[in-house]
């Protein structure tokens, strides 16, 4: 039996005698191992980012909106209002805290410089349910929430957009050209996991956002309502409570839909969650059938090999190679030319990987185990497909192999 470095050595010159063809035949591979890293090198990124989102979030946090859809089937809008979430706070057990929320965005003016932004009108408990500390003067209070106070709270990009090294406090901003006081300035908390500014907002009074800010018909309406609860085991028991408190504010009768939507923001984020990896999948499987295709081309193509060498496989039996000799050979071109793919696909992976990640704003995240898996594929790839034209060539006889022109 012929060595088996020999029969490397033979498999390689084979190789690089067609040089073109080789490297056209691998493509395939190289394309469907590249497709995998980097379908899920941006797939584990991005849910990398969702669970950063959640954590920033807090597991105990639940978001109450107005359901639109509810437009559909009564023909009328309920929206919710500053009273509900009053009474959420008084009623509903479990409850650390509740935020009323208007969001809209200004342009905001100070002196000769203007920077447009988001603007939230809510009560002093929005930082608490949101995790903001103030770092320097004051949060907004319960009296500037009863008089519709102008007074703002800043956060650290807008200070830095404005002032340009002033201190802001006791200064006046316009919004929407309705004068504000600066009151105090939030610690800053800088990116977002998603690549947000989560500096660049500004926090008014809940009552002073309604009069003088959106002016919406319905009287004390507002956007969303904020609820955090004592612990993470006290969610369910706030989120029953709330939907059984609004259905009975609202006059829902039984069987009738909600016209509005009670969301525990780790049960949204992790339904995002399984849309991305979904899609993951999804590129991961068709990255898979191109290396299926790929094969099928590593075959093809030693399938027309051994016919063009029937001759030298004549020789080569003539002088004492083995049938398992011939079907080494072939078999190592096979597995050769698809880990060469594998290698070359790899490194176009990883590129194509930090490519795709630029639209995500998700960094791809390259695990050692898809990299090995794809590695690994793909040489398998190269045994399971190279096998056939192997074994064909080793069944070749060697007296019609020499007469073969």
């Not at 309705?178 to 300035?185: L, Q």
């Not at 399938?303 to 190679?321: D, N, P, Y």
């Not at 791809?364 to 185990?369: E, L, R």
């Amino acid at each position: 039996m012929i060595s088996f470095v020999e029969i490397f050595r033979t498999a390689l010159v084979a190789l690089q005698r067609n040089k073109t063809r080789s490297m056209l035949t691998a493509l395939g591979i190289i394309i469907g191992v590249a497709a995998v890293i980097a379908a899920f090198a941006v797939g584990a990124g991005a849910n990398k980012s969702i669970d950063e989102q959640i954590a920033s979030f807090g597991s105990n946090f639940i978001i109450v909106y107005t359901d639109r859809s509810a437009l559909l089937t009564t023909g009328t809008t309920r929206y919710l209002t500053y009273e509900e979430a009053q009474a959420i706070e008084r009623e509903v057990s479990g409850v650390e805290a509740v935020a009323p929320v208007i969001n809209t965005s200004a342009q905001l003016v100070y002196g000769n410089s203007n920077w447009n932004s988001s603007v939230i009108g809510s009560t002093a408990e929005y930082t608490v349910v949101q995790d903001w500390t103030v770092a320097r003067g004051r949060n907004i209070n319960d009296s500037d929430i009863r008089q519709a106070a102008k007074v703002v709270v800043l956060g650290q990009t807008i200070v830095d957009k404005l002032f340009e090294g002033e201190d802001p406090i006791g200064k006046s901003v316009r919004i929407k050209k309705v004068p504000f006081t600066v009151v105090g300035v939030f610690e800053s908390k800088g990116q977002s996991a998603m690549g947000s500014d989560q500096d660049e907002f500004v926090l008014v009074p809940l009552t002073a956002a309604q009069r003088r800010l959106v002016r919406w018909n319905t009287p004390g309406r507002v956007g969303n309502i904020f609820i955090k609860g004592v612990s993470m085991n006290a969610l369910s028991y706030v989120q029953q409570g709330t939907e059984e408190l609004l259905r009975e504010l609202h006059k829902i009768k039984p069987g009738d839909p909600d016209d509005f939507a009670v969301r525990n923001i780790s049960q949204m984020l992790e339904a995002r969650r399984k849309t991305t990896t979904i899609m993951s999948m999804l590129l991961g499987s068709i990255a898979f059938i191109s290396l299926v295709v790929g094969g099928i081309g590593i075959m093809n193509i030693m399938l027309v090999s051994v016919t063009e060498r029937t001759r030298e496989i004549g020789i080569r039996m003539a002088v004492g190679a083995k049938a398992m000799d011939i079907r080494l050979q072939f078999l190592i071109e096979a597995v050769v030319l698809s880990m060469i793919g594998g290698i070359l696909g790899i490194l176009l992976g990883v590129a194509t990987g930090f490519a795709l990640a630029s639209f995500t704003s998700a960094p791809p995240i390259f695990t050692v185990s898809s990299i090995l898996l794809a590695f690994v594929f793909s040489a398998m790839v190269g045994v399971g497909f190279g096998y056939y034209p192997a074994w064909k060539a080793s069944l070749l006889n060697p007296i019609d192999a020499l007469k073969y022109e």
